[in-house]
């Protein structure tokens, strides 16, 4: 019993004596402030009691304290404080409470609102034409303060390296090839950054050609081939509006109007932000950064963004007007990418009988991100051949001209970035696997000189149970003008095999020119839409379109075709194909039987005129995609070599997003014609994805697709004729649950009507989607805080039963593809 009194004894003391003891009195009086609240950064440490008394813990130097009606603190940490705090003026006390309220100052928001009003007429978009250039330089080291410190912590670790017994790393070869490859770290980054690029870039803009962004020259530390994916990224403030300024994050921000100053001989508003994060913890003086805008104009005129906790990272953007346009001028950023601490001895001065003491060292690693804009041309004559092509082309990667566009000279440190990070990214191979790295933006997995398609690894639907599958194709390692690729699957409802392949030739690396051919042996849904001309995101969007629906067909295929880019904006595919197509659910047509010859062609067309792509040895890339996106497919049928078809069938999808005060709106309307004589895997199935032939609540659960209806019975209806479109909205708040992430809520109606001419000629169950069906419902995205997303939809209208669980739709969405 003694020892344990003593123990608890022992656990208070340390408790109470590891506690700082503060005390806050006024410094006119000497009395006691009641409820000063104490600030380590953005967090509340706690407030002080009745006699002005408060203990806690923090690992802060410093801390804030605040009171109504006292001037604000900046304090010295130490076990026993007194501070004592200044009254403030009866007038500046007014105002010090209304910041303490919390709430947006209505002057500052009618000023943010006026510059959103006039974003495009102050936006340089809004001339004729322009040209100008950049220099872009990112590199990754310790803060510049800190290098020394850094060179001490690599010596110390050197020298524990060195003494490490190898017969340790015999029995984990991993170990061992770790030790390494951190040994050569530390030799490269002794003398030079960790990392180094340099990028000059030009850009054009016309009102009659668009834009056009040529990178004049670039070098990456490390990598002898530029990485096509990093050169489309802009870690720049040039085409973005910051977050902070988004009507749709007014909710997220407090904004105060704090002063009006003179800069440039212009009349400008300084209006402070902070992000609201817990409002009852958070120090209402602590702000986010700083929004610049010009008096006249409305214009944007400088951005300060700083981290909520110190020293992690800044930004700074700055614009300058011309000819009454407003220019990004420059951009300083500063990105704290992780922290590094370790113990100092002076073991060699120890006097006999004195023990070792040990200095705490700490440094940071930060990205620096450095942009300069200069040579500015504006409303000179274009020519229409300076934007051919894609919108971001490549005229030089060796990094020769580089110093013409340098805006000053590379430091010793930089300079030997080149040399050591390229020595070590050789040596352990590291280009391959930041290749394989940006191979999973298209959709694939890369080992050396296969690619693996995802899309082919799993699947499920009602015909085939779970299907699993593998796809590769041989890439530009293998050749740049062959690639050979198939495709295998097998389903475990079904029991069987399905498989294609393939052969593309490129013939142009300039621009998408390939020619295929292929066959196919596989099964697919009756009356599917077209997704010829999709990119991958939308395809793995309806990986589970098909979760209920079991009407399926087999088909196998040869086909050859042709894929071309005749603009940046336009590209076509011409396709003949010779099939041999059988039902595979009861049915006949035209007491033709289930199984047919077709003889087809089809020309496709993607029209989309503000994607951005760029050619990479890959093929071409969407680095960034934009509004609006309009596909076409015009498929016919011919009773020649063999065919029994003759038919015609049209389909078009136009996809469309824009922003307003109501948030982010997306727009699909989609419809097609079919006619001739055709079955109906030739016509159209209005997607559904519920199940109405079981009867469990799981056959309500779906996930979000593309054109997929959720309330509709899946395999039901179909149409040879029919027009649908899809409206969601995202409401422009977002909020938190729990944890860090965002939540939102996406609002969507949908709705659909066709016609079927010649219904009697398909003997099968199915409807005729003659009447109006429609669905309303809404997503909360990240819900509670997660990785998911889950909706509810109902149905409306003529369709409507009146049970609840057959109007009733279950959605969940992973976020990754939202």
């Not at 524990?160 to 030790?179: A, G, I, N, T």
């Not at 085409?239 to 997220?252: A, F, G, V, Y």
């Not at 200095?359 to 991100?369: D, H, P, Q, T």
């Not at 049928?637 to 922003?659: E, M, N, P, S, W």
Request: hydrophobic share 35%; net charge positive.
């Amino acid at each position: 019993m003694t020892r344990l009194l003593f123990s608890l004894f022992l656990f208070s003391t340390a408790l109470l004596f590891g506690q700082v003891q503060l005390k806050v009195i006024s410094k006119a009086n000497k009395e006691p402030i009641h409820n000063a609240a104490v600030y380590c950064d953005d967090e509340l440490l706690g407030k002080t009691d009745f006699n002005g008394n408060l203990s806690f813990k923090t690992k802060c130097k410093k801390v804030e304290i605040l009171a109504s009606n006292f001037e604000d603190i900046l304090a010295d940490v130490k076990k026993s404080m007194e501070v004592s705090m200044k009254p403030l003026s009866e007038k500046v006390g007014n105002i010090d409470k209304v910041v303490i309220n919390d709430k947006s100052d209505p002057k500052a928001l009618r000023i943010l609102d006026e510059l959103n009003k006039r974003a495009k007429e102050n936006s340089p978009k809004s001339l004729d034409s322009y040209n100008f250039k950049s220099y872009s330089k990112f590199s990754l080291d310790v803060d510049k303060d800190s290098v020394d410190v850094y060179k001490n912590f690599l010596a110390i670790r050197k020298d524990s390296l060195s003494k490490v017994d190898q017969k340790d790393f015999k029995q984990k070869e991993k170990d061992k090839k770790d030790s390494l490859t951190a040994e050569d770290f530390i030799s490269a980054t002794e003398q030079s950054q960790m990392f180094l690029w340099e990028k000059a870039t030009e850009y054009k803009y016309s009102k009659s050609f668009g834009e056009k962004t040529n990178i004049i020259d670039n070098r990456m530390s490390g990598f002898k081939n530029p990485i096509y994916e990093a050169l489309a990224i802009n870690i720049s403030n040039l085409d973005r509006t910051p977050r902070q300024l988004k009507p749709e994050n007014r909710k997220l921000f407090n904004f105060y109007l704090s002063d009006t100053l003179q800069i440039d001989g212009r009349k400008t508003y300084v209006i402070k932000f902070k992000e609201i994060i817990d409002k009852k913890k958070q120090n209402p003086r602590k702000f986010n950064g700083k929004i610049y805008v010009d008096s006249e104009t409305y214009a944007l005129k400088k951005f300060e963004s700083q981290n909520k906790k110190q020293n992690e990272g800044d930004i700074v953007s700055v614009w300058k007007p011309i000819d009454g346009k407003w220019f990004l001028d420059y951009e300083d950023i500063k990105l704290k990418m992780g922290s590094q601490s370790f113990n100092t001895s002076k073991k060699d001065s120890l006097k006999s009988g004195q023990t070792v003491k040990y200095n705490r060292k700490k440094f940071g690693s930060y990205l620096y991100v450095k942009n300069r804009f200069f040579d500015f041309e504006l409303n000179q004559k274009q020519k229409a051949s300076d934007f051919k092509g894609y919108s971001l082309e490549m005229k030089n990667a060796d990094g020769s001209l580089l110093e013409k566009y340098r805006t000053d000279s590379l430091t010793a440190r930089e300079s030997a970035t080149y040399t050591n990070i390229d020595s070590l990214v050789q040596k352990h191979n590291f280009e391959k696997k930041l290749t394989t790295l940006t191979q999973l933006l298209r959709g694939n997995i890369r080992y050396k000189m296969i690619d693996f398609d995802i899309t082919k690894l799993f699947s499920y639907d009602q015909y085939q149970g779970i299907r699993l599958g593998a796809g590769l194709k041989l890439n530009e390692k293998f050749s740049k003008t062959f690639s050979p690729d198939g495709y295998f699957g097998y389903g475990f409802k079904d029991h069987r095999w399905k498989y294609g392949l393939g052969l593309d030739v490129r013939l142009s690396d300039k621009r998408t020119s390939v020619f295929r051919i292929d066959y196919v042996d596989d099964v697919f849904a009756a009356g599917r839409f077209s997704n010829t001309m999709w990119d991958m995101m939308m395809k793995v969007s309806d990986i589970n379109l098909d979760l209920h629906n079991g009407t399926f067909y087999k088909n196998q295929k040869w086909g050859a075709s042709y894929l071309y880019d005749i603009s940046n904006s336009l590209s076509m595919k011409i396709a003949v194909n010779k099939e041999k197509q059988q039902a595979l659910f009861d049915y006949q047509y035209q007491n033709l039987g289930n199984s047919f010859d077709n003889t087809s062609a089809t020309l496709s067309l993607k029209f989309a005129p503000n994607d951005k792509n760029i050619m990479t040895p890959s093929g071409k890339y969407t680095y960034e995609k934009a509004y609006p996106q309009i596909f076409m497919n015009y498929e016919k049928g011919f009773k020649t070599l063999g065919g029994d078809l003759d038919y015609h069938r049209v389909d078009a999808l136009i996809i469309h997003q824009f922003r307003s005060k109501l948030g982010s709106t997306n727009i699909k309307l989609f419809g097609g014609i079919s006619s001739g004589s055709a079955p109906i895997w030739k016509n159209f199935e209005i997607a559904g994805q519920n199940d109405t032939n079981v009867d469990t609540w799981s056959s309500n659960i779906s996930t979000p697709s593309n054109l997929g209806f959720t309330t509709m019975p899946s395999g039901t209806f179909f149409a040879d004729k029919f027009v649908a479109f899809k409206v969601s909205q995202n409401l422009p708040f977002r909020f938190k649950t729990f944890g860090t992430r965002y939540s939102n809520i996406e609002l969507e109606y949908q709705a659909a009507v066709g016609n079927m001419k010649n219904r009697e000629d398909h003997q099968f169950q199915f409807q005729v989607l003659d009447h109006f069906y429609q669905e309303v419902g809404f997503i909360w995205n990240r819900f509670l805080g997660t990785g998911f997303g889950v909706g509810f939809s109902y149905r409306l209208g003529h369709y409507q039963t009146s049970e609840f669980k057959d109007n009733f739709g279950i959605k969940l969405r992973f976020n990754l593809l939202n």
